[in-house]
Each structure stands twice: as C-alpha cells, then as structure tokens.
C-alpha cells in the first residue's frame, strides 16, 4: 500500500493562490495515475484534477483555467497550483494515487487538507 502525504492547504483570501502538494511513499511500486480530489461541506466527493504516467490531464469544469496539476517523478510528489481561487473552492482536498504492485492494482488516499477561501 502506497502511504501519501499531503501539505499545503490553508486559508486564502479570493483571487489568492495556493500550491497543494502530495508525496507518496512505499516499496516496489509504480504510480498510474494520481491526482486531487475535494469535497465540500454537504456535498460528495468530486473530481479536481488528475494526472496519468502518460501524461494525460483532467480537470473539472469548475477549475480548467485556474488550477494546474504536475509530477516531480522523481520524489512521486504531486502538485497543484491552485489559482483565482473563488469561495466555492473551499473544501477539504484529498490526494488519490492509483498504484501497481506486484501485477496488483491499488487506489490510496491522502488524509485531506482543507483549503478555505475567505476575505
């Protein structure tokens, strides 16, 4: 199982920026996809951004514009840079890696960071 740790959250004033940043860390693994997800008080989970080994980009709607997902493969670390932030960016965000051991596919969770966006 991949162990990921998250920083960077905080609070924000609207139109601020902020960087999340996600590490993951284990033994004989190879990382398929990772990426952020949030959710909101009240709300589900969603989609925030994602990012495949291929280098392939998915962003939610809401954030294409504002939010950048990257890789330094070197330290399995994942980042967003999070721009223009709005009010309704404020969530708890989570870091989701989907990782292979072993011919075994498997999903990780971080434990989540809140971001709030507040004047």
């Known amino acids: 199982q991949v162990q990921l740790v998250e920083s960077g959250g905080g609070l924000v004033q609207p139109g601020g920026s902020l960087r999340l940043s996600c590490a993951a860390s284990?033994?004989?693994?190879?990382?398929?996809?990772m990426g952020w997800y949030r959710q909101a008080p009240g709300k589900e989970r969603e989609m925030v951004a994602t990012?495949?080994?291929?280098?392939?980009?998915n962003y939610a709607d809401s954030v294409k514009g504002r939010f950048t997902i990257s890789r330094d493969n070197a330290k399995n670390t994942v980042y967003m840079q999070m721009n223009s932030l709005k009010p309704d960016d404020t969530a708890v965000y989570y870091c989701?890696?989907?990782?292979?051991?072993?011919?075994?596919?498997?999903?990780?969770w971080g434990q989540g960071t809140q971001v709030t966006v507040s004047s």
């Open positions: 284990g033994s004989d693994f190879s990382i398929n996809a």
């Open positions: 989701n890696v989907i990782s292979t051991r072993r011919d075994l596919r498997y999903q990780s």
């Open positions: 990012l495949t080994s291929g280098g392939s980009t």
